[in-house]
């Protein structure tokens, strides 16, 4: 749900709903008040631009651009710069946009306007040379900045990714994985360290490696796969964790808390996750079927019935117990989905006096 005032206030609510909501908005609000990467640049008297644009347009050709290599830019990879692809600009060529040639002296930093496949291309780079307008280059007299520059981009790749991916008005929208110079500007710079939760890091792995992949390749994507047999009993039981330890930060006393008591599965190739409220502390059960468990509502019947309509059921059997029938797909149990469905069930729960 978004009220209005959200609509209008915040400028990520979208995206971030796109992405799954409910908590990935709640973090990207607590970074809100971290100076951006644009300021840290500022504050620190570096230069920065984008490279050249091909055109005719305005028909510029200064004898700089000419005199230093130039690279193409697919030559930045995410682990390397390909200084093999170096080659001369034919004088002939005009430009419809060049910056000053300070933006390609080295030693400067290089950054290419794209996500990456597991981490942003960033380089301390020590050659002299052009590139075009996908590139961004920043260049400091200072050494030490560069250096924490690429410090910070190095130990914090998974947070800006994922900072970039629910913000970007650009990447996942009208491209898959281009990003645009401001999104890489607007970035909560990180100069040390960060406070993260256990919860934030999840989100932050759920969104980069399950959501965006989703958005970018739907049927294709890993969200939608069968869990494998290997990984089924980890990836239920990690679900089945995240979703008790939310709701035992409220409701866990000295006698009872959430667990995740049993796991069936069902036809269809869907999945029942049930959660007690009790004292004990016994592990998980998984079954292939439910004939072992008393619970009315969990009959073949009554769930074909019901995915008729809904995809997702969510039962309340008993006065301790939560059901959650699901299709068996990674994407239903994430932890970023095990904290949204934790939030609607302490909503339920409230509601009902609890």
Same mark, same amino acid.
């Given at each position: &749900? ?20 409910? *908590? ?16 840290? !640049? ?6 920065? /631009? ?7 347009? #305005? ?16 030559? @930045?990879? %995410? ?10 600009? =034919?004088?002939?060529?005009? $430009? ?13 930093? !290089? @950054? *290419? ?19 075009? +307008?996908? @590139?961004?280059? !920043?260049?400091?007299?200072? %050494? *030490? ?10 130990? $914090? ?7 970039? $991916? ?8 009208? #491209? ?12 909560? &710079?990180? %100069?040390?360290?960060? +406070? ?16 965006? =992949?989703?958005?970018?390749? /739907? %049927? ?19 679900? /089945? ?15 009872? +808390?959430? #667990? ?9 190739? &869907? ?14 059960? &998984? ?12 009959? =073949?019947?009554? @769930? ?17 117990? !939560? ?7 990674? *994407? ?20 009902? /006096?609890?």
């Amino acid at each position: &749900f978004v009220d209005r005032i959200s609509a209008v206030e915040n400028q990520y609510i979208w995206k971030n709903n796109l992405l799954g909501g409910g *908590r990935v908005k709640i973090l990207v609000e607590k970074v809100k008040n971290v100076p951006t990467f644009e300021n840290y !640049i500022k504050n620190n008297d570096c230069e920065v /631009g984008e490279g050249y644009i091909i055109g005719t347009k #305005r028909k510029l050709n200064p004898d700089y651009i000419y005199n230093i290599p130039t690279i193409p830019t697919e030559a @930045i990879l %995410e682990n390397y710069i390909n200084y093999d692809a170096l080659k001369s600009i =034919d004088k002939s060529i005009k $430009f419809e946009k060049v910056p000053p040639k300070i933006i390609f002296e080295s030693p400067n930093i !290089i @950054i *290419r306007e794209n996500i990456g496949k597991k981490r942003i291309p960033i380089h301390y780079n020590k050659k002299t040379f052009s590139y075009k +307008h996908q @590139i961004i280059g !920043i260049v400091s007299k200072k %050494e *030490r900045i560069l250096k924490s520059i690429i410090y910070s981009f190095e130990n $914090f790749n998974e947070f800006y990714r994922f900072y970039m $991916f629910a913000t970007s008005s650009y990447l996942l929208i009208n #491209r898959n994985t281009a990003l645009l110079k401001k999104d890489v500007m607007n970035i909560p &710079f990180i %100069e040390q360290e960060i +406070h993260l939760s256990e919860f934030d890091k999840k989100i932050i792995s759920d969104v980069n490696n399950f959501t965006q =992949d989703f958005i970018r390749n /739907g %049927e294709a994507s890993k969200a939608v796969k069968l869990i494998p047999q290997s990984k089924f009993k980890n990836t239920i039981s990690d679900y /089945g964790q995240e979703f008790s330890k939310v709701l035992n930060l409220i409701y866990e006393d000295k006698n009872k +808390h959430f #667990r995740l008591s049993d796991v069936v599965k069902l036809k269809n190739s &869907f999945i029942a996750a049930i959660f007690k409220y009790d004292s004990k502390k016994d592990a998980t059960v &998984f079954h292939k079927d439910n004939s072992k468990l008393n619970i009315e509502a969990l009959t =073949d019947f009554e @769930i074909s019935k019901q995915l008729t309509v809904n995809r997702i059921i969510k039962l309340y059997p008993d006065k301790d117990t !939560i059901v959650f029938v699901k299709p068996n797909q990674y *994407r239903y149990w994430l932890s970023l989905i095990a904290y949204r469905d934790a939030d609607k069930c302490f909503s339920d729960l409230s509601k009902l /006096g609890y």
